[in-house]
C-alpha cells in the first residue's frame, strides 16, 4: 500500500475534531440510553472507512464527540505505526441514540464496532467482503484458526489499533470501559507485541456474547453519562 498523502489524513481527523466542537451529552446505559449532539464518524479516510456507505448514509453510524475525537485521533496514530494497514469500522448508532436494532446497546453514543483487520493470501491489507448479502460483513464467521476463505484475521494489526484507541481516550480523559471480542482469539490477540499492554489495561468480556463477536470487536467507552 502506497504511503499516506498527510493532507488527507489531516482533513478526515479534523472532520471528526470539528464535528466535535459542540460537545454531545449522553444519557443512562449503552443498553438503556439517549444521545444528544452526536456527530457522524466520516465515511472514509486515508486509512480508515466505514463498513458500508449506504448504511453510514442512513445514520447508523452517529457516536458521542469524545468518541468521535478518540477514533479520530487512533485512525492518526495508526497511519504512522501501521501505514500498510487499512482499518474498518461498523456500526455506532443512531443521532439521537435508543434502540438500535439488531443491537442489545448501541443506544447512548458511547458504543463502536470495528471490523477485524485481515491479510489476503498474499499477506497484505485487506477489505472484508460488505456487501446486503452479508449484513455488509456481519455475518462473515471465522475459523478456529481465524480465518474466512483466503482472509485472515491480522491480530498485531487489531492490537495496535486497541493500544492507539486507549492512548487517544486518556488524552481525552477517557478510557475504554470494555471490549467484547471473541474468547477464543483471544490467545492470539494477547500474544502480540502490544498484548501485554493490552492484558494489563483493557477489560475484555470473559462471557460468551448473545452473538458471536468474531468478525469484529465491540468498544464501550468509559464516557461519563447523565441518568
Known sequence: MKALPIFGLVCAVCHIQAAGAVESECHGRTASGRVERSVPLPVRGENFSAYSTLAASAGRTYVHSTVGRVVGQAYAALAASRPATHYVY?????????????????????????????????????????????????????????????????????????????????????????????????????????????????????????????????????IACAL
Open 90 to 222: 461498523g456500526e455506532t448508532g443512531l443521532k439521537n441514540g435508543g434502540p438500535f436494532n439488531p443491537h442489545k446497546t448501541h443506544q447512548n453514543g458511547t458504543s463502536v464496532d470495528f471490523f477485524v483487520p485481515v491479510l489476503d493470501a498474499e499477506g497484505k491489507s485487506a477489505l472484508l467482503p460488505s456487501t446486503p448479502l452479508n449484513r455488509y460483513g456481519y455475518d462473515i464467521e471465522f475459523d478456529a484458526q481465524a480465518r474466512y476463505g483466503d482472509y485472515r484475521i491480522d491480530f498485531p494489526a487489531m492490537a495496535e489499533h486497541l493500544y492507539q484507541l486507549r492512548l487517544a481516550a486518556l488524552a481525552q480523559k477517557t478510557d475504554l470501559a470494555l471490549v467484547i471480542f471473541d474468547p477464543r482469539y483471544l490467545p492470539q490477540l494477547l500474544a502480540t507485541p502490544r498484548g501485554p499492554y493490552l492484558r494489563r489495561h483493557l477489560r475484555f468480556m470473559q462471557d460468551t456474547p448473545w452473538v458471536r463477536h468474531d468478525e469484529h470487536y465491540h468498544v464501550d467507552f468509559a
